[in-house]
């Protein structure tokens, strides 16, 4: 299993925590030391858990866009898109629990066109006012004739947000663009003619899920 290179400061962390705590326990063959020491150990274990990030292997091709995060899709609408796409779309949220895997994908293969980040709010992801109020990073991909955008958004918890992308990167469909720290959501905008193969409910993979299909070549 590998891990995210932005977790690998916390894991660290945390295992230096369990191994002192195993060690203050030994030495003074303290009770309460050792219930401190199994309590760090899970949670060394599960920080290490929240930051695995696994190989993605499944559908690839224009066409096709793939979901950029593991999680449930709690909001699929048509709106228009003033930001980059300048055009109707329809827009598919995905929210990500503090249980999936959180290493985003991007969902296209293309040019990145447009990287934009704005501070925000900390609303519940949940919340539609979350796409527009909270903390976010927009990332526009012309992928053959269609145009892409991809939106990680801050959580209630989650604070801090993390994008490799780069204006003009050609970038590749399943490759990692980045992951949100602790619980968060990511917004997908397709062009309007798009047709949606998820719906509100369905849980989805990163860089397996394919969310919808679009007339580009």
Do not use: C
């Amino acid at each position: 299993m590998s891990f995210a290179r932005e977790g690998l400061t916390y894991i660290v962390t945390a295992v230096v925590l369990v191994v002192i705590a195993y060690f203050v326990a030994l030495t003074r063959r303290s009770w309460p030391m050792w219930l401190i020491a199994f309590a760090l150990t899970i949670v060394a274990l599960w920080v290490a858990y929240f930051f695995r990030d696994p190989e993605r292997i499944g559908q690839r091709g224009p066409g096709l866009v793939i979901a950029p995060a593991d999680g449930r899709v709690v909001l699929v609408t048509p709106m228009a898109e003033s930001v980059y796409m300048k055009a109707p779309a329809v827009r598919v949220s995905i929210f990500m629990n503090v249980f999936n895997v959180h290493v985003n994908r991007y969902p296209v293969s293309g040019t990145i066109e447009y990287v934009a980040h704005a501070p925000g709010r900390f609303f519940n992801a949940m919340e539609q006012r979350a796409s527009l109020e909270n903390e976010q990073t927009s990332v526009g991909i012309a992928s053959g004739s269609s145009h892409i955008l991809v939106r990680q958004i801050a959580g209630l918890i989650a604070r801090r947000i993390v994008t490799y992308s780069k204006e003009g990167e050609r970038v590749a469909q399943g490759d990692r663009m980045g992951l949100i720290r602790f619980g968060s959501r990511v917004d997908v905008f397709v062009p309007h003619t798009a047709r949606i193969r998820v719906a509100v409910g369905d849980a989805t993979v990163a860089g397996v899920t394919v969310l919808a299909e679009t007339d580009a070549t």
